[in-house]
C-alpha cells in the first residue's frame, strides 16, 4: 500500500516546509504534494493576508533537494496557466526531479483567488470544457517526440509548438485528473488521465469511494479502454488524536475524515485498500515534521 503527504502551503514558512520535505522523504511516504492557491483557501471567508507559498515554487524546490518521492500538486488549476505553458513546467521538473514529477490537474473552484488575481472565473461546464481541451494540448505535446504541434480549439491554440526536453518518464510523465464529478471529471479521467485523485476534503467515505471509481471503471467500458491502465488514488483530510474528546469533536464536524488514535487510522485505512485505493494521500495535517514523523511511524508501517 502506497501513501501520500499534501503539505499544507498556508500559514506556514519555508524553513517548516523544508523541515517536513526531509521528513517525508525519510518516512515510509510514496509521494510528497502540495495544492495551487494563492490565497489561503477558505471558501465563504476568504483570508488574504496571510502566508500562502505558492505551489509550484515549492515543488521545484523539492524536486531539486529530494531523491525518492514521487512529486506533484493536488491539483493545478487549469484556469490559472496556458496548458502549453504546463506541459513546458512538468516536463522541466520531470527533468530536475529525474523522472519524479506526475501532473495533476483539474478544473478549478475557487472564485475569489480568480477575482483577486484578476483572472476571469468561467461557469463550470465551461471550466470542465477547457479542462479537456487543455488534456487534448498536454497530450498531444508529451507525445511529440522531436516534432511540433499544431492546434486550433475554442480556448487554446498552438502554432508549430515544441516540447524539448520531452519527458524523462516514458511515455511521458503521469497524468492525474482530481475531482469527484460523475457526468465531467470522472468522464475526462477515462479519457486522459493515468491516475485517477478523488477527493475527501469534501464529504466521503469508503463506500462513496468504490462507487466513484465502479462509474470510472463505467466510463472506460463506454470508450473502450482497460481500467485497470487508471491507478486508483484518493486524498483525505487526516489527524492522528489520541484524545477521544477532540477526535469525536472532529469528527462530529467532518464524520468522514481520518481522524482518532493509530488503531483507529489503521482500520478506516484498510476500509479505503478493500474498496480498491492504491494510493491514499494525506491532506490538512499542519506542515511540521514531527507530525508526519508521527504518521510514518504509528500508522504507515502497519502497512509495510
Known sequence: ????????????TWDDTLKTIHSVENGNWNSLWWSDHFLVPAPGS????????????LVTAAAGIT????LGLLVSGNTYRNPALLAKMSSTIDHISHGRYILGIGAAWYKQEHTAYGWRFPGLKERCDRLVEALDVIKLLFTAGEGTVNYKGEYYSLEDCPLSPQCVQTPHLPILVGGNGEKRTLKTCAKYADICNIDFNNPGGPDVFKH??????QHCEDIGRDPSEIKRTVLIPMRLED???VAKRELSRRPWIVCGNANYCIDLIGQYVDAGAEEVMFSGIPTKAELFDRISSDVLSAFS
Open 243 to 245: 484524545n477521544e474528546e
Open 212 to 217: 466513484k471509481i465502479s462509474v470510472l471503471h
Open 67 to 70: 531523491k525518492r518521492v514521487e
Open 1 to 12: 500500500m502506497l501513501f501520500g503527504a499534501q503539505l499544507v502551503n498556508y500559514l506556514c
Open 46 to 57: 476568504p483570508v488574504v493576508n496571510r502566508e500562502a507559498l505558492e505551489g509550484w515554487s
